[in-house]
């Protein structure tokens, strides 16, 4: 069973921070780049971040950069997405999603999503 399993969101206040993790199974991390993509109410789902497969480079959108930080660890299996200073619009569900080729920039192409885990910042 292919699987890619979200955590670590929840209720935060503006400036504090949260680490999500994404846990896959089923198939071999090694060899795909992981993106975290969020969605708030109404809005089209957005790349944040990406890891690379390849050369391990990292992508940020421009509204997340020196707030967001991208990791992985292919032993465990895991990706993680470190986020400090947490800001109101940053609120939205966040999906990891697997690519066999690169970092792309939107959803299609990307060939396993998770579940999608929670954010919300508020006072």
């Known amino acids: 069973q292919v699987q890619l399993v979200e955590s670590g969101g929840g209720l935060v206040q503006p400036g504090g921070s949260l680490r999500l993790s994404c846990v896959a199974s089923?198939?071999?991390?090694?060899?795909?780049?992981i993106g975290w993509f969020r969605q708030a109410p109404g809005k089209e789902r957005e790349r944040v971040s990406c890891?690379?497969?390849?050369?391990?480079?990292?992508y940020y959108a421009d509204s997340v950069k020196g707030r967001f930080t991208i990791s992985r660890d292919n032993a465990k299996n895991t990706a993680y997405l470190q986020i400090d200073s947490l800001k109101p619009e940053d609120t939205a569900v966040y999906y990891c999603?697997?690519?066999?080729?690169?970092?792309?920039?939107?959803?299609?192409?990307?060939?396993?999503w998770g579940q999608g885990t929670q954010v919300t910042v508020s006072s």
């Open positions: 999603a697997a690519h066999g080729y690169l970092c792309a920039a939107t959803p299609s192409g990307y060939d396993y």
């Open positions: 089923g198939f071999d991390m090694d060899r795909y780049s």
């Open positions: 890891i690379s497969s390849y050369d391990g480079n990292t």
